[in-house]
Structures are given as C-alpha cells and as structure tokens.
C-alpha cells in the first residue's frame, strides 16, 4: 500500500489543521492507521493510532482531547483533526500504516509509512 499525507502547514497557536492521509492499493480496511510525528532535532514518536474497523482509538497524552484520529475506509482514507494546537506540536507528521487487526502504537510495528507533512504552529 501507498500512503499520500497531505493537510500540514503554518498556523497560530489555537488554530485547527486536519491531515490526510490518503492510500492506495487494495485492503485499505484491513490496515491499522497511525500517525506519527518528528519535532526538529528530535526522534519520530506516536501520536495516534486506530485499528482497521475505525472502532478504537489510542492517543499519545500531549494529545489526548486535542488530536482526534478517524478513518474513512470507502474513500482509503485516515485524518487527523488537530484542535488546539501548540507550538510544541510543530513537527513533520507522517501517516503510517500496518496489517494488523491489532491497536499498533510502535514504530517499528508499521511497515508502510507517507512522505510526511510539515505542521507549524507560531505563538
């Protein structure tokens, strides 16, 4: 499968993006989701993750009641509606994807990942 994330860019602190993550290939259903994100000079960590039925959901706590990730598997499509957001959520965000009827919230546990959209947020 293909992933094609698209929605980042500059906004203020308290605005709201939502990201796309579009995917191609067949089975789109049967993928656990997750989205990703690297702050400059840091490592990539979790953010969000749902699994294939759209049923259940995992956050990181820096986003939990702010950060709202949701799947449509007609269109092949996950998003990631961000409200509230801080500075410190400025990062690349990549979409991620993985066969797994599982919640996956480890890196290493996907193996398709999106290019990555650039989110800045300015105080």
């Known amino acids: 499968v293909q992933l094609q994330a698209s929605g980042g860019g500059l906004v203020q602190a308290g605005d709201s993006l939502r990201l796309s993550c579009e995917a191609s290939?067949?089975?789109?259903?049967?993928?656990?989701m997750g989205w990703f994100r690297q702050p400059p000079g840091k490592e990539r960590e979790f953010v969000a993750s749902?699994?294939?039925?759209?049923?259940?959901?995992y956050y990181a706590d820096s986003v939990k009641g702010r950060f709202t990730i949701s799947r449509d598997n007609a269109k092949n499509t996950a998003y990631l509606q961000m409200n509230s957001l801080k500075p410190e959520d400025t990062a690349v965000y990549y979409c991620?994807?993985?066969?797994?009827?599982?919640?996956?919230?480890?890196?290493?546990?996907?193996?398709?990942w999106g290019q990555g959209t650039l989110v800045t947020v300015s105080s």
């Open positions: 991620a994807a993985a066969r797994s009827t599982r919640l996956l919230v480890a890196l290493y546990e996907y193996n398709y």
């Open positions: 749902m699994e294939w039925s759209g049923g259940s959901a």
């Open positions: 290939g067949r089975s789109f259903s049967s993928y656990n």
